[in-house]
């Protein structure tokens, strides 16, 4: 496993730019919502002790992992002062294929979302074989990978303004 022994919330602060003038979206989906509102605190507590304000924090949900898709996109054209979104979810494989398709759109999804406008999108969604694994991985004993991700938003977001110079 990549993440065995790794602690998805520990990060040098040192290496984050300051993200206190940026501002945030997140998109999170209602579905496994045990999951996704532990990424969506591991995040929010990462960009708020990067000073971020929470009055620059922008949440929406959407009702799965698939509709964040369309959630994000309506974001990015919804809010152009945003530095960086961040889409969380998770998706727990079953014993249909319909694990396979939804992982492989959101990801596509996403890649498309990046390439086609200038606000990146994180990827934040847990593709777990059951549901330890994603609770490991939400605030269990691998940390928060939304705090990895909330880490990811903020390098992106500085590398979104040094790119405008």
Same mark, same amino acid.
Request: proline share 2%; net charge negative.
């Given at each position: 496993?990549?993440? %065995? ?24 989906? %209602? !579905? ?14 990462? #960009? #708020? ?10 949440? !929406? ?5 698939? %509709? ?57 969604? #847990? ?39």
């Amino acid at each position: 496993m990549a993440t %065995e022994g790794k602690n998805l919330s520990e990060y040098d602060k040192d290496t984050i730019p300051s993200a206190k003038e940026f501002r945030f979206g997140i998109v999170v989906s %209602e !579905w496994n919502d045990n999951i996704t509102e532990g990424l969506y605190e591991g995040a929010v507590k990462v #960009l #708020l002790e990067n000073e971020v304000l929470e009055r620059k924090i922008v949440r !929406w949900n959407v009702p799965g992992s698939f %509709e964040l898709i369309y959630g994000c996109k309506k974001m990015q054209e919804s809010y152009d002062m945003l530095d960086a979104i961040i889409a969380i979810g998770s998706v727990i494989e079953g014993e249909t294929k319909h694990f396979d398709f939804v992982c492989q759109a959101v990801s596509q999804g996403i890649k498309d979302l990046n390439v086609q406008s200038d606000i990146p999108v994180i990827f934040c969604v #847990l593709t777990d074989q059951n549901i330890q694994q994603a609770i490991d991985r939400s605030g269990g004993k691998h940390g928060n990978k939304g705090a990895e991700a909330a880490v990811a938003a903020i390098k992106m977001a500085q590398l979104r303004k040094d790119a405008r110079f």
